[in-house]
């Protein structure tokens, strides 16, 4: 660059969009797509494995409609929780390897671990040995997403960053809603489909059409779990195809390295002259320390407020509603299928959202747009308690493209700050970590949900009374937009190497332990108070401290946050 000194960002800027930027949104947006499969499929699949594990789960309600029985609502919400519970502990650990041994190595061991451990799903003969694989496999899946959103802010153009990162997340409700048109079919056919190993007789709230008449399934779901082990085949050719990004190779020590991918990426696609001088590579300084501890020193908390109450926020309502909007609807008097079409469009509805947040959030700022994203979030769920009714399909339809739209438009407008937050060396932990700690809101919000649907208070006439359950949300919604408000500080359009810069003078003495370790003891409560209790207590729904507990569980890293981060705001402006 004509003996002139050059950052990873600079010259990433000065490409411009190319065919690299191409071929990784394509790599990239595979992964998630895969990746938002084998999550989806259990919320597709859970009625139909719910019932073969659990023959009783369902049966008549006071209305004659067949519906879960409330004791069971916490057991089918612990489907969901499994594998997010792996995605927690993939996400923590995954992080920190990408920062360690390279983007490319890690996404690559992360595509191949949750393909290999989602087949042996297919053929579980009990809840134990499915729950086990749900959570290993979990974990690779919880290792890809931060990878992603990670490579994808590395790889990016500044002034395109949050329209490609907003991107890649509708990549992965793509994946929801490829697991809804294939999974619903496949399991609602009441034919076995490979004779052998589908077959099995299963009853479930489907079992009864509309005209009375019973229909008996078969275990056509065990399918659905094959299909998800796809993503061996992928990420064999990623292996092959994808590159390591010049921000980490630079990050490393290994500014030979760097310059070479970036010359590898200017000959192919932008100038064949182009020759970049390891010596001329300036690399903003590493910060003294490294490791999730110090996401919470004086230096970095105000951020790490922001992202993880609103990621917490986002998870505990997208994935919440996600594990129970097919019961909700049949609770209300739709079929099976019906219900699981109702949640597709939800999430064909989040395809829309992710594609458009990341325009606007470049173009209005990060804050603005997030922080009217929660107030539209309240205003569809009110109209949802309102309006869903039986028997108006089209209603329910539009009601759930807004709230599909509305909800995951909010938690993908957090995405653009997670790796805007921290610099290289702690970008990919610090991204990993947030996700892996809102997988906490997500694996509770299923059981909390699913014991809030079962408790007296919100039961009529004998069954769950999910006008009123939905309501519950709104709350999450207030938290979300006062964190914002709080929390958030403005990141659009700057180079990676400036939101490095205009951070705050780093104190080497301040490791952020204890901040972490009271942190884990919070995360370690909520775990207890929101998982552990409502599977292993019997009777726990039905305890009049079950909903008080499980709410100060959910509350407490709001607390964290606001006794820890408030008094740093000042000195993160």
Known sequence: MDNKEFTVSEVIDSFGINGHTWLMFILLGLANIFDGYDFMVINVTNSYVAATFWPDAFALNDAGKMALQPQYSALMGSLTTWGLLGMVLGGATGGILSDRIGRKKMLTIAVLFYGVFTLPQAFANDVYFFAAFRLIAGFGVGSCIPVVTTCFSETIPSQHRGVFVTFGMAFMVAGWVLAGLIGNPIASNTASIIPGFTDGAIKTAASLRPDGTEVIFCQNWRLCYLIGALPIVYGIALFFLMHETPHWYANSGQKEKACQALMDIAHKHHDDKAHYDANLLVVPPKPANVGPNVLFSKKYIVATAAIWCTYFVGQFCVYGMNAWIPTWFQGVGYSAADST???????????????????????????????????????????????VQPNNMVLCVILMLLFGFCLNYAITAVQPLMPESYPTALRNTGVAWCQAFARFGGSGSSIVLGAIAGSAMFQT????????????????????????????????????????????????????QTQFIIMMIVAAILFVLCIVCPLVVNGWSKSPMALPLMTIGMLLPFVYFFIFATPQIKNSK
Do not use: H, Y
């Open 341 to 387: 079409n109702l949640q597709t469009w939800n999430n064909f509805a989040a395809i829309l959202s992710n594609v458009s947040v990341g325009f606007v959030s470049d173009r209005i700022g990060r804050k603005k747009n997030l922080a009217a994203s929660w107030i539209a979030c309240i205003v569809a769920i009110v109209l949802c308690s309102m309006f």
């Open 461 to 512: 006439d004998g069954a769950t009374n999910w006008s009123m359950v939905v309501l519950v949300l709104i709350v999450p919604f207030i938290l979300g937009f006062i964190c914002t408000i709080l929390f958030v500080r403005e990141t659009g359009g700057k180079t990676m190497d400036q939101l490095a810069a205009e951070a705050t003078t780093e104190d080497k003495s301040d490791t952020g």
